[in-house]
């Protein structure tokens, strides 16, 4: 069949297994080229492994450093005349290339809050790894059922304590508009927490360390994401913020129990994902930032960025934020670059959208993360959509 991007507001329901084939091989070709990272964690667990910054990092430890790695993501699997999710596409490409490069690579598909899943993971790392060195948590997702109790909570992007008022984008038409968002309620901003905040990676962290998997001396990353003045009203002080919070309060409680190294949360920046697209103002900003930051030759997608952190940040004495947090987000926020974001934002409008901002590469950046404007791919041609090289 030939697959071409269907989208519904902010979801694209297929995806291109030759064109997510190819965006894994070239995050791969990043890594390569720029060489070894140095680094002792050779045995890597990557919960949410399938896309974007959990991609890469299993792309990086592996690629990087010669790491084994088991990685977890929710998937759905293709029909004879239906495509799979680009995650599962990238699951088998990535499997595909570490095997062949000499590196144990396992994933396993499922809910990664259940406890079945947590369960199958174990028994993947006994199996193919024995122990772990290292966790990196970067699961997304707007549900969540407590495995505890069973009861299902859904996350609320919304402001938290006031109605907020700000420009926002419509990415399909290129209109620059107002939008005013109500505030949460309590109920909505705890459910937020319960899914996007750190009582999963704790479970996780206490599952593995019950079940022996833990080495000495293990280390975990949760990522995040801070951001701008410009989306904090949003994002920061909103509903996403007090979960983000929450995960600062999970790592100090893992570090207590496990050690100073055992966890961290790693700030990193904006990029294009199929999550931040549906958060009010966050596209606006994040058409904006792609123009300034390429204007100032600082422009990083998901693997620019992890390549950074374990290449750059994780080596040697690592510094942390007062919040004992891993920072990545500095070209982002660095003084000069957030004052020429200011300045664009308030004069933006639609009729100078296509010179302050860059909405083209962002339409392009948010269909390669499907598979779709890939250059060197031949869209035209039939592919088995069950099939990915």
């Known amino acids: 069949m030939i697959i071409e991007p269907k989208i519904r507001g902010f979801i694209c329901t297929t995806a291109h297994p030759t064109g997510c084939a190819t965006n894994v091989q070239r995050q791969i070709d990043h890594v390569v080229i720029k060489g070894p990272i140095p680094s002792e964690k050779k045995r890597v667990l990557v919960l949410g492994c399938s896309t974007g910054y959990g991609l890469a990092s299993r792309i990086v430890t592996t690629f990087g450093s010669g790491a084994d790695t088991v990685g977890v993501s929710f998937e759905r699997e293709p029909g004879e005349t239906k495509p799979a999710s680009a995650g599962w596409y990238n699951n088998r490409a990535f499997e595909n290339r570490a095997r062949a490069a000499g590196s ?22 006994k199996e193919t790894l024995g122990q772990v060195d290292l966790i990196v948590y970067s699961l997304a997702s707007p549900v969540r059922t407590d495995p505890a109790d069973g009861v299902t909570y859904r996350s609320a992007i919304k402001p938290y304590g006031q109605q907020v008022t700000s420009k926002t984008l419509n990415t ?16 909505e901003a705890a459910a937020t927490v319960k899914v996007m905040g750190g009582e999963d990676w704790e479970l996780w962290i206490a599952a593995l360390s019950d079940a022996g998997v833990l080495a000495e001396g293990f280390s975990s990353l949760n990522y995040t994401y801070l951001g ?11 509903t996403l913020g007090k979960a983000k919070g929450d995960l ?3 790592a100090a409680a893992i570090r207590a129990k496990h050690g100073d190294n055992a966890a961290h949360v790693v700030a990193l920046k904006a990029v294009v994902t199929q999550a931040s697209s549906a958060i009010p103002v966050v596209p606006l900003y994040g058409t904006l930032l ?21 290449r750059d940040k994780l080596q040697g004495t690592v510094v942390l934020d007062e919040a004992e947090r891993i920072r990545v987000d500095d070209w982002e926020l660095s003084p000069a670059m957030q004052a020429e974001l200011a300045k664009r934002w308030e004069i933006l409008d639609t009729e100078n959208l296509a010179e302050l901002a860059d909405l083209p590469k962002y339409r392009e950046e948010f269909l390669k993360l499907f ?8 869209y035209s041609k039939d592919v088995d959509p069950r099939v990915v090289d």
């Open 290 to 310: 792609i123009k300034v930051e390429d204007e100032m030759g600082l422009g990083e997608g998901p693997i620019q960025q992890i390549d950074r952190l374990f």
């Open 172 to 187: 399909g038409t290129g209109e620059v508009s107002t939008i005013s968002v109500e505030p949460a309620t309590e109920e």
């Open 104 to 125: 144990k690579a396992v994933t396993i598909e499922g809910d990664a809050f259940s406890n079945e899943v947590k369960a199958q993971t174990i028994d993947a790392i």
């Open 228 to 238: 701008s003045e410009l989306t904090w009203p949003i994002y920061h002080k909103g």
């Open 248 to 250: 600062d309060r999970a």
């Open 371 to 378: 598979g779709f404007a890939v250059g060197g791919v031949d």
